[in-house]
């Protein structure tokens, strides 16, 4: 059964820290993407960040470059986002995803075959 399962998220003030990790098992990880996507309330699912197992090729949204940074523990099969300068409009369900190498599409959801369930990230003002 392939299971994605997030965890790290939690309220924080602005300028805060916070680091999500997405533990995955049930496929072959090191022949994936994994993606991060986030949704705000009554706002689009968008991509965030991904990483490429089999590489280590990363890819950011314009809107977390330099804060933001991905990581993969292959040994683990968990894959880490470390956000840093957290923004009040960084608040959302943050949800991390599976992709046979989404590469320069790696923004798109549709691209990624497994989900997990989400983890809110809230950032007060």
């Known amino acids: 059964e392939v299971q994605l399962v997030e965890s790290g998220g939690g309220l924080v003030q602005a300028g805060g820290s916070l680091r999500l990790s997405c533990a995955a098992s049930g496929f072959t990880f090191d022949d994936y993407a994994i993606g991060w996507f986030r949704q705000a309330p009554g706002k689009e699912r968008e991509g965030v960040s991904c990483?490429?197992?089999?590489?280590?090729?990363?890819y950011y949204a314009d809107s977390v470059k330099g804060r933001f940074t991905i990581s993969s523990d292959n040994a683990k099969n968990t894959v880490y986002l470390q956000m840093n300068s957290l923004k009040p409009e960084d608040t959302a369900v943050y949800y991390c995803?599976?992709?046979?190498?989404?590469?320069?599409?790696?923004?798109?959801?549709?691209?990624?075959?497994?989900w997990g369930q989400g983890t809110q990230v809230t950032v007060s003002s």
């Open positions: 995803a599976a992709a046979w190498e989404a590469g320069s599409s790696w923004y798109l959801s549709y691209e990624y075959d497994y």
């Open positions: 990483i490429s197992s089999s590489d280590g090729s990363t």
